[in-house]
């Protein structure tokens, strides 16, 4: 075949309306060895990246390995330093179900935690002078001498003043338009109780003398001065739950008691409603004073705390009134319970949980809940007169019972078969029940039982 000649071949032509492949074939035709080498470099080329890919992997899958090992290693020593904080800590009160109750511990560990923890000065009922206050709150804050100067005149109560200078305070009087927060409250709580029908009552009003009567005091002796570094006890006593209109989920009165009290302390401190019952039928004889209250008489009582039976045999007529329940445990396969006396038990003493409900039963079958919702060292602006413990710190009001006649006074007698009441069984107060039942001589009118009536609301 000649290029030379003037005919040009069928194929050439076909091959000039295609210049790719034109290009294509005559570098193979002319280069071989160009062609040749120019697959070898696009083989090489995919080998170097797929060797990149493969290095990629490998380099994130041993990240990936040393990360997990990491976390690992991470989880094992948290999970034994959280075993030996644990074993070492076992007085420190954790959750053992959150925001319900605590797990248990020993409060008199507990204490000593606190005060190997704290400084003498943390504890202590010296007050500070107010250079030193200021330097040691300047050395906390990180801040300079001057700086601090600063904020305490800025955060003066002077500068708190909403009222002209020239005017004396009326702390009763919030103003028309507030802007802090809390005056926006109080402003709201106002105008809440200006639109109830009745103004606070004086049960009310004792609540409030409670607690402003207990903040601050101190004993003028110094040995009945609570000790620095007391614990402070915050207990509830519930209503019995005998008492219907869910009554036993309302604190019927809270305490606070100190670590030196004994459970008899505790125990005398609770007023109930059953020890103050007077046995027997007095309709024959309505002027003869009853012998003694149920209190005297039955004086066995029992408190239960984290399987322990802490009973009250401070007088011979005392009886042990749990080995019935713990002898019943016993035949069902129950944990085994112990005993301990409880004028014997100091509070300190105790192995409790924070907010967990125990009992205290009484009378045979008066049974409260008995809920110790605060464990915490006492304080200097806590009440350090040590007289006025067990110190009573609030009391639930309870509606009294009227007469069922005048419906003024709370009922004094309860009659049963009388033929004079609009009911059986009847309230009566005690004027009603005598000019109804006896005649100008006090002789007793018709036949009816009488028995004498303690009202709920007497402790109000």
């Not at 280069?31 to 994130?60: F, G, I, M, Y």
């Not at 001057?146 to 003066?156: F, I, P, R």
């Not at 006593?237 to 302390?265: C, E, Q, W």
């Amino acid at each position: 075949m000649s290029f030379g000649s003037n005919v040009m071949p069928a194929c050439i032509t076909k091959m000039l309306l295609y210049p790719i492949a034109w290009i294509y074939i005559v570098s193979l035709y002319v280069d071989p060895l160009q062609s040749k080498r120019w697959r070898c470099n696009v083989t090489a080329v995919k080998e170097e990246e797929e060797e990149e890919e493969d290095e990629k992997r490998r380099k994130k899958t041993e990240k990936d390995e040393e990360e997990s090992s990491t976390r690992s290693a991470a989880l094992r020593r948290n999970k034994m330093a959280t075993k030996q904080t644990t074993d070492a800590n076992t007085n420190i009160p954790d959750y053992e179900y959150i925001d319900v109750n605590s797990k248990a511990f020993h409060i008199g560990s507990f204490r000593n935690e606190w005060l190997d923890r704290l400084k003498p000065c943390d504890v202590s009922y010296q007050q500070e002078d107010e250079e030193t206050l200021y330097a040691n709150l300047a050395k906390e804050m990180c801040v300079s001498a001057e700086t601090m100067a600063e904020l305490k005149s800025v955060c003066s109560l002077d500068s708190l003043r909403c009222h002209p200078e020239d005017q004396p305070p009326d702390t009763d009087v919030v103003p028309p338009d507030p802007t802090l927060k809390t005056l926006v409250q109080r402003k709201k709580r106002q105008d809440y109780k200006a639109s109830l029908k009745f103004n606070k009552n004086r049960h009310d009003l004792y609540a409030d003398e409670l607690e402003r009567l207990t903040v601050g005091r101190r004993s003028e002796e110094v040995a009945d001065m609570v000790p620095e570094g007391e614990v402070i006890l915050t207990v509830n006593v519930y209503y019995p739950a005998i008492f219907k209109k869910f009554n036993y989920v309302r604190p019927h009165m809270t305490l606070l008691m100190t670590g030196s009290h004994s459970l008899a302390d505790l125990r005398d401190a609770i007023c109930c409603v059953s020890d103050l019952q007077v046995c027997g039928e007095f309709s024959n004889t309505p002027d003869m004073a009853p012998d003694f209250i149920s209190k005297d008489h039955f004086k066995s009582a029992f408190f239960f705390f984290e399987g322990v039976f802490y009973n009250d045999m401070r007088f011979s007529e005392c009886q042990d009134i749990s080995m019935t329940t713990i002898e019943w445990a016993k035949s069902h396969n129950f944990p085994p319970y112990t005993q301990a006396k409880m004028e014997e038990t100091q509070l300190v003493d105790l192995k409790v949980k924070v907010g967990f409900p125990y009992l205290y039963c009484h009378q045979g079958d008066c049974e409260h809940l008995v809920i110790i919702t605060d464990v915490r060292l006492v304080h200097k602006n806590d009440c350090l007169d040590k007289k006025l413990y067990p110190l009573l710190t609030h009391k639930h009001r309870f509606l009294t019972q009227k007469c069922a006649v005048c419906h003024v006074f709370i009922g004094r007698w309860l009659t049963s078969n009388d033929q004079f009441a609009p009911s059986v069984p009847c309230l009566f107060c005690d004027k009603c029940f005598r000019m109804l039942h006896y005649d100008a001589e006090g002789k007793k009118l018709g036949d009816f039982l009488a028995y004498p009536y303690v009202d709920q609301g007497a402790f109000n």
